[in-house]
């Protein structure tokens, strides 16, 4: 990292970070940071951002497609290395709107493109879309146009078209800088070695995941899932269960209105036992839906066993994974907008290939959630016969 005579900083780095800077003095407009996990992209975009506010004076835009997951990730980063710098003072950081100001007059704001108003309102120097292949074209656009310098994106791409590919790279003021966990020195070992072993779960995978490079044909499994804020008013209501323990158990809420499917994680933890899942499931459900199916793992008997001698109607699931899936995809479903680990799971979850050839089983990784997911609105079908849930209650 260069210093400056004033304001120096001294960062550890990776090369990541030397490749956007050098990109941004070049003057490029749009810095497409594409790679595979944990190369480091954010964590150096961050810190060029830091060190661009602390020398010039400028505003500076973070993006990210939902709040909860920005506040999960690249924010978390940029606390973390104005921290480490000793550079983060308390008063300069409005926690309720998001924004970090220097003392220089440079501001730092973060927001979701949920936010109309953030995303149409002022102007900014800088960008940075975090997990660009999140955002829609127009959401995008509307934010470029705002902006008069440089445009920073980063994200895996799992991708097999996209408007970044077609749009942005296609741009002569873009540049690509591919990066690798090989970028990135501060991977402990165990971390590395997950990365690496992900060519024995699945060859797309690895080469999205491990090598940064484009899948050689689509491969994710759910791409029609839209995000909801506002819980529907309706008591159509099932539960799904995904027992874990080193795995996160999972515990899903979906709620049906007008044959459209809303549904809300509401446990996703690791090392839970069944107790302490009931202790969870008697806070969480209401005595009103005391009553009401939670569609459950039955690899797991004695856990089902245990939920209903806790007086909640836990009943095997249809695991049908095929069927289950295929009647996933057919069915409007809306993911909330707070359930930042499903919405993960679905940008991960994909096919598992064979070379070139996709088949039809999933890959068995970060599935969790998608499991009960689909255990709800599947198993639900299956027991009413008519579709699903209680349409008589609903329409008596
Ligand atoms: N310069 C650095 N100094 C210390 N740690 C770093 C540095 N760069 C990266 N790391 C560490 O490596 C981890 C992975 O980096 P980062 O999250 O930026 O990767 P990424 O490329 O954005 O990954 P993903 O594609 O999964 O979002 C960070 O959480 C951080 O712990
Ligand atoms: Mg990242």
Redesign the pocket.
Same mark, same amino acid.
């Given at each position: 990292m260069k210093k400056q005579q004033n304001n120096e900083l001294e !960062? +550890?780095?990776?090369s990541v !970070?030397t490749y956007n800077l050098d990109a941004y003095e070049r003057g490029f407009r749009f810095i497409v940071n594409q #790679? #595979? /996990?944990? %190369? %480091? +992209?954010?964590? /150096?975009i961050c810190?060029l951002l830091v060190y661009l506010a602390i020398n010039k004076k400028l505003t500076i835009s973070i993006v990210r497609k939902s709040l909860p997951s920005l506040k999960n %990730?690249v924010l978390k @980063?940029l606390l973390e290395i104005l921290k480490e710098n000793k550079i983060y003072n308390e008063n300069n950081h409005n926690k309720t709107e998001n924004i970090y100001s220097f003392g220089n007059g440079s501001v730092i704001e973060f927001f979701s493109v949920d936010d109309e108003q953030k995303i149409r309102g002022r102007k900014r120097d800088i960008l940075y879309c975090n997990?660009a292949n999140e955002l829609d074209f127009p959401e995008f656009n509307q934010l470029m146009l705002r902006t008069s310098g440089a445009v920073f994106l @980063?994200y $895996?791409p799992s991708d097999t078209e996209h408007w970044i590919y077609d749009v942005v790279l296609a741009d002569e003021k873009s540049i690509l800088v591919k /990066?690798t966990y090989k970028d $990135?020195p501060? !991977?402990s070992k165990d971390q590395i070695e997950y990365i690496e072993n992900l060519i024995n779960v699945d060859v797309q995978f690895y080469r999205v995941y491990a090598l940064g490079e484009r899948p050689v044909s689509q491969t994710r499994i759910y791409t029609h899932f839209k995000k909801y804020v506002d819980e529907p008013a309706s008591t159509n209501v099932v539960f799904g269960c995904d027992f874990g323990f080193n795995h996160p158990s999972v515990f899903i809420k979906v709620i049906e209105a007008g044959g459209k499917y809303y549904v809300q994680e509401q446990v996703y933890e690791s090392k839970l036992t069944t107790a302490d899942l009931i202790i969870k499931l008697n806070s969480l459900i209401p005595d009103q839906y005391r009553d009401k199916p939670i569609y459950c793992d039955y690899a797991r008997p004695e856990s089902i066993e245990e939920l209903k001698r806790a007086g909640f109607n836990a009943i095997p699931a249809d695991k049908a994974v095929k069927a289950g899936i295929d009647y996933v995809k057919s069915k409007e479903v809306f993911i909330h907008l707070d359930s930042v680990n499903l919405w993960k799971e679905v940008n991960l979850y994909s096919w598992k290939s064979k070379g070139n050839i996709i088949t039809d089983e999933p890959i068995k990784l970060n599935d969790d959630g998608l499991d009960a997911l689909r255990y709800a609105l599947y198993s639900s079908k299956k027991s009413s016969g008519s579709g699903v849930w209680d349409y008589e209650l609903v329409f008596a």
């Open positions: !960062l +550890k780095h990776t !970070l #790679g #595979g /996990s944990r %190369s %480091s +992209k954010t964590y /150096s810190q %990730s @980063d997990e @980063d $895996n /990066s $990135n501060f !991977l």
